[in-house]
């Protein structure tokens, strides 16, 4: 097992963009307690981790011209729904820069998901909003080393990268495999803190002799399926289900798209429903529980075969 | 410090190039030679001309960047942006100042460090002050008095404010929003609320030997906003005139200087959109 867990993963990766790289990491209430959950290095202005405005639009263009001035900026956006307003111009000018202007704008927003009493904004995954426009990349690690990729990716490239992070897995240390059995029953497709429920869901329903396969979506845009993750769709008796933390009218049913164009099964999703949160647990919007996975599954397994006995 | 003969003449000779160029865009845009629209900077010329040479004058090898918006076109020549690469790109050739894409609103010159807009009205102000935070180039950032309006924009003065960056918001004031005036948009003036973030400003007319002036003030090293009242003489998209009887400060110099820098300018841009036409 890894010595860090992937809070301490992260905190180290910024520490040494800071100190060996002349980057810079900018956002609001970084040097506040907690540090971002624990995410950041005790730094301050003078070795590079810069303290915003409240001003949310400004300070996504604070960080845009930053990326154009060369300093590889780390854009800390501390809850993903406050992405409704800083994401308007890293979308529209950083996301273009390179092929407008031949000019690239490389950037990285590191944008923090969680869930659980915080309400109709706060709440959640949002990376389905990013997900339209042209010119990003978009992954979501769970794990120490899938970060340390995605760094080593940014640090190497001049892309614009929107990673999509969730509070849940930052004491994780274990690295995520991929589940696949022979002859499987359904495959799911989880993306963010869905992958957890996914392996715990495979497990159970190991047991009772279903066989689930589970497929870890780290690299969501572009979207990178495996010649071993297609096979196992096309191998799913049931075919498959995508799982997002994200409103399910998002990244979710793209990729499921994508995947039945792929195979020509039949792939269905779950993820937040399409309703606002509210602060109580009886009115939250939460991501699919590994209960509410195999519910589905059920339901998948229960229509097919009543389906196929019709026929 | 004041504005001598010689220089007033450098100043006009840049502000005539902008001029002559849009009165040729003008007619492209009427024979339908041009078919994208097109925002005429016509009228607010000195504006940029007289901020280029003081550049060009006093920190001829400081590396400035410079952020626009659409209605750029003086800006960029005045800076030095390359006449045909513009011309090229309003024509929508991949040889153009920004590969064929940026039409007229989105113009860039990566010689000169002038930075193309993304449409966005007033995006370019918080992306100037972030250039300016992460490289510390002395940066002047054009916007004109209804993209100044934008919430993210204000929000730009603040935080160059309270970083003391070397920035300088120039607004070009031309009271106009497509048609919309200015005192039906607001009932405050962009100096007043630079001020109250802390910045140095002011507000004044578009005269080069105002201009000069009041740039010359030692103002180098502080973030300043200029909101500088100006004439826009075209549509606020394409050509045509909204008010025949619009002031146009060329003709002050016309009767200072002569027709003859005038009409250099006209055939220089007239040579150069003809080799470019060919090339299309």
């Not at chain 1, 780390?74 to 406050?82: A, H, M």
């Not at chain 1, 495996?226 to 799982?243: R, T």
Request: charged share 25%; net charge positive; proline share 4%.
């Amino acid at each position: 097992m890894p010595k860090t867990n992937l809070r301490e993963t992260i905190k180290e990766t910024i520490r040494h963009h800071l100190k060996k790289n002349n980057g810079l990491v900018m956002g609001q209430c970084l040097t506040a307690v907690g540090w971002v959950g624990g995410t950041l290095p005790e730094l301050y202005e003078k070795d590079g981790m810069i303290e915003l405005s409240m001003a949310d639009v400004a300070g996504g263009g604070f960080a845009v011209g930053a990326a154009l001035s060369g300093r590889k900026p780390i854009y800390v956006i501390r809850y993903q729904g406050f992405n409704w307003f800083n994401a308007p111009i890293i979308l529209n000018y950083a996301c273009k820069s390179k092929e407008i202007w031949g000019i690239p704008c490389s950037m990285l927003i590191r944008s923090i998901g969680m869930e659980g009493s915080i309400g109709p904004v706060a709440g959640s995954s949002h990376h389905s909003l990013y997900y339209r426009m042209p010119g990003i990349k978009i992954v979501s690690p769970m794990s120490p080393n899938e970060f340390k990729k995605v760094y080593h990716d940014f640090i190497n490239n001049d892309d614009v990268i929107y990673v999509s992070e969730h509070r849940k897995s930052y004491d994780n240390r274990k690295e995520l495999k991929d589940i696949v059995y022979e002859n499987p029953d359904i495959t799911l497709f989880a993306i963010s803190i869905t992958r957890f429920e996914a392996i715990e869901t495979s497990k159970k329903l190991f047991k009772k002799g279903i066989k689930v396969n589970v497929i870890n979506i780290f690299e969501i845009k572009p979207l990178k399926i495996s010649k071993k993750a297609k096979q196992s769709l096309i191998d799913s008796k049931f075919g498959g289900i995508v799982l997002d933390d994200d409103y399910v009218n998002g990244i979710a049913k793209n990729i499921a798209h994508d995947l039945n164009l792929m195979t020509n099964k039949i792939v269905n999703v779950i993820g937040l429903k399409d309703k606002s949160a509210g602060f109580y647990p009886q009115v939250d919007n939460l991501p699919p529980t590994s209960n509410e996975i195999r519910g589905l599954i059920y339901k998948i397994i229960k229509k097919q075969k009543s389906q196929i006995k019709y026929i | 410090m004041k504005l001598d003969k010689a220089t007033e003449l450098l100043i006009y000779e840049k502000a005539s190039l902008c001029r002559a160029f849009e009165e040729e865009v003008f007619k492209n845009l009427q024979n339908k030679n041009i078919k994208i629209p097109v925002y005429l900077s016509a009228g607010q010329e000195f504006i940029a001309s007289t901020f280029a040479v003081f550049f060009d004058k006093f920190f001829p090898k400081t590396k400035k960047q410079i952020f626009i918006q659409h209605r750029g076109h003086a800006t960029y020549l005045a800076f030095g942006g390359d006449l045909k690469k513009l011309i090229l790109e309003l024509l929508g050739s991949s040889k153009g100042c920004a590969n064929g894409m940026g039409g007229s609103a989105s113009i860039q010159c990566r010689e000169k460090n002038i930075y193309g807009h993304d449409g966005l009205m007033g995006s370019h102000g918080p992306i100037a002050v972030g250039a300016c935070f992460g490289n510390n180039f002395p940066t002047l950032c054009f916007i004109g008095d209804a993209a100044a309006e934008e919430d993210y924009f204000l929000a730009s003065l603040g935080w160059a404010s309270t970083k003391k960056l070397p920035i300088w918001f120039i607004v070009e004031d031309n009271n106009l929003s497509i048609l919309t005036e200015k005192k039906v948009r607001r009932n405050w003036e962009m100096d007043d609320v630079a001020k109250s973030f802390g910045l140095t400003s002011f507000d004044i007319e578009d005269k080069p030997k105002d201009i000069w002036e009041t740039f010359s003030k030692n103002l180098i090293k502080k973030p300043c906003l200029f909101n500088i009242r100006t004439n826009r003489l075209y549509w606020h998209a394409g050509a045509g005139i909204d008010d025949p009887n619009t002031l146009d400060r060329q003709k002050d110099y016309i009767t200072k200087f002569g027709y003859e820098i005038i009409n250099n300018a006209q055939r220089k841009v007239k040579k150069a959109w003809n080799k470019c036409q060919k090339l299309i």
